[in-house]
C-alpha cells in the first residue's frame, strides 16, 4: 500500500502528487513549502535516479541549465557540500551521502531509502512479469495505491520532470487498465469498484467513474451508478466545461438496459413515467445525453412530416465577440444564460448545457422567424444594464440546412 513512515532509520521521499523527505518523523526537505532550491533540486535528481547515477556533465546541466557561470564544476562542487552540511544538521547519521565514481554522481547505499515514484514502478514490473493471476492482480492494486498524484507537481516546467512525469502517468493508466481487465474477467466487482474510484480520487477528469459505473451496474446498484453518473457530469462541466465522453454514454446506455422492474398495470407505469411534478413553465431542461435521446427520436419523428425543428446554440460572448471560456464570471453567467434560455422557450422544448458558456435548445414546431422571436427573449432576460457580456445564437433546421448566425439589435450591449 502506499508510503506509511512507519520505520526507524529510514529516509521516507515522497515525490508523487507532491515532495517531501522525512527521517524519524522529522521533516527534512520540502513539504508544503517546498523550496525548488539547487539543494532541492540536487536532492530530487540523486534519489530519483539512484539506480544508475547521474554523469557530471548531467547533473550540471539540470541543476543550472543555461546560466553563464565562470566556474560550474566550482558551482556544483559547492552545492553538494552545502546539501551535505545540511542533511547531516538535521539528523541523519554520518555518511557520504553523495558518492562520485568515475565522473558518476551517485546517492549513498549506507542509508536505508524508500522512494513511492520508485517503489510504483518497480510493482509494476513485477505484475507485468507475474504468471500468477491472483499475485498479478494484487500487485496492480498494490502498485495503483502508490501513485498518489502527478510526479513532482510543483516543477512540472522543468524539463526533465515533466517526461518523468507523463512517462510515469502513462504507467498508472496501463496499471489501472490491465488491473480492471483482470478484476473484469473474474467478476470480480467489488475490487472493480474500488479501484475506479481510487483511480479518479488520484486522477480526475480522466474518465476512471466509468469502471465505478460498470461495477455498481454490475452489481445491480443502478440508482448509486446513476447519481454517480450524474454528479460526474456536472463536474466535467463546472471544472473543464466537458461533455460526457463516449465511454460514459456506453455505461449509461448500459446501465438503461440492465435496469429492469416488476410487472405493473399500463396505467401504473404511464403515471411512473410522467413528469407532472414538474410544474416549470419553461423549457425542459435535461442532461446531454438525455437530449441527445430526445432529439434523435425527433429526427425520427419528422421523418412522417408535418412539424418544423429547429436546434439553436446560445454560447456567452464578450464585448469583442468572443467566446467566454474561463474566468471568474463565466459559471454566474452561464447559470444566468441557462435561466433566461429556459425561461424564454416553451414547456414542450427541450434543452440542455452543452459546455462551459453554452446552451442547446431543441425548439419544436415553430418557424425560423418565432426563433428570432425566442431569442429577443432570451435577451431581455439576460441582458442587464450595460453590460457587455452578451449571447451569440446559431440557429440550424434539424434538417440540416447550412447554420445561420442571427445578429438582430438584440444581441447589442444596450447603451
Known sequence: MRMTETKQNVLYVRMLGGFSIRW????????????????????????????????????????????????????????????????????????NYIEQRKGVFFWTEDIPLVEDASEFERLCREAEAEEDPETKIALYQE???????????????????????????????????HGAAMLRKNQDYFQLEELGMLASKIDPLADWETLTME???????????????????????????LRPSRKML???????????????????????LSGKSDDFPGGYLVSYPIFVGIYRMVERMLERGGQSVYLMLCTVIDGKGNPLRDGPMLEEL????????????????????????????????????????????????????????????YINSVFWVPPLELTDPGMRRTE
Open 24 to 95: 524519524n518523523g522529522k521533516l527534512i526537505a520540502g513539504g508544503s513549502k517546498a523550496s525548488e532550491s539547487q539543494l532541492t533540486s540536487l536532492l530530487q535528481i540523486l534519489i530519483h535516479s539512484r539506480a544508475h547515477g547521474v554523469t557530471r556533465d548531467r547533473l550540471e546541466e539540470l541543476l543550472f541549465e543555461d546560466r553563464d557561470m565562470a566556474n560550474v564544476h566550482h558551482a556544483l562542487q559547492s552545492v553538494i557540500y552545502n546539501t551535505k552540511k545540511k542533511l547531516q544538521k538535521a539528523g541523519l547519521p554520518p555518511a
Open 215 to 241: 461495477a455498481m451496474v454490475s452489481l445491480g446498484r443502478y440508482d448509486e451508478a446513476r447519481r454517480l453518473y450524474d454528479d460526474t457530469v456536472q463536474f466535467y462541466f463546472n471544472e473543464q466545461g
Open 334 to 393: 452561464t447559470k444566468r444564460m441557462g435561466d433566461s434560455v429556459r425561461r424564454s422557450i416553451r414547456r414542450g422544448d427541450a434543452m440542455c448545457q452543452y459546455g462551459k458558456g453554452q446552451y442547446l435548445a431543441l425548439l419544436v414546431n415553430t418557424t425560423r422567424e418565432n426563433c428570432s422571436v425566442v431569442q429577443n427573449r432570451i435577451n431581455d432576460r439576460f441582458i442587464v444594464g450595460r453590460q457587455r457580456t452578451k449571447i451569440q445564437y
Open 143 to 177: 502498485a495503483a495505491h502508490w501513485y498518489t498524484g502527478e510526479f513532482l507537481p510543483n516543477q512540472t516546467a522543468v524539463i526533465w520532470v515533466a517526461q518523468e512525469a507523463r512517462r510515469l502517468k502513462e504507467m498508472f493508466c496501463a496499471c489501472v487498465e
Open 250 to 272: 456506453e455505461q449509461l446506455e448500459r446501465l438503461g438496459a440492465g435496469m429492469q422492474h416488476q410487472h405493473e398495470a399500463l396505467d401504473v407505469i404511464q403515471a411512473e
